[in-house]
């Protein structure tokens, strides 16, 4: 025995199944969207912090204005200094201080320092990066 076309449309057993299987299609495709937009926005982040590379050269105890510090980017991305802490204690700088990729050049902050003593100074860039080490003037 066939079916007729209208008897046919209106047989609804088969539908669904189809439409819960199209609906975890859908669903599907769109976790896997968002899970790749977000891995490529960590590893992305991830890349350029790791390939964040600034080093101290030199520095230098002033007595007219205060300490200076020679900083080279040896990275592969640019770098734009957020802070600097001497002993713990954030200190003004001429800011925007930014060193594109293999530039170099001196960052002066303005700090009374005495002759003798240990400071602990401290670097932090935008992205996070610290470089850090203890300093006796002299």
């Known amino acids: ?14 539908i669904t199944p189809v439409l819960s299987n199209l609906l ?23 890349r350029e912090t790791m390939s964040e590379r600034i080093i101290v050269e030199d520095l230098w105890f002033n007595n007219s204005t205060g300490i200076s510090i020679y900083l080279r980017n040896v990275g592969k991305v640019a770098v734009h200094i957020s802070a600097v802490y001497i002993n713990h ?25 005495a002759s ?5 100074v401290d670097i932090v860039t935008t992205r996070g990066t610290h470089v850090a080490d203890y300093y006796k003037a002299s």
């Open 24 to 46: 975890l299609t859908v669903v599907a495709v769109a976790a896997m969207a968002i899970a790749t937009t977000a891995t490529y926005v960590i590893t992305t982040n991830l």
């Open 116 to 120: 003798g003593s240990l400071y602990y």
């Open 89 to 113: 204690t954030s200190q003004s700088f001429a800011s925007p201080f930014s060193l594109e990729i293999g530039q170099h050049g001196w960052l002066n902050i303005s700090y009374a320092w």
């Open 1 to 14: 025995m066939r079916k007729t076309p209208k008897r046919f449309l209106q047989d609804k057993r088969a």
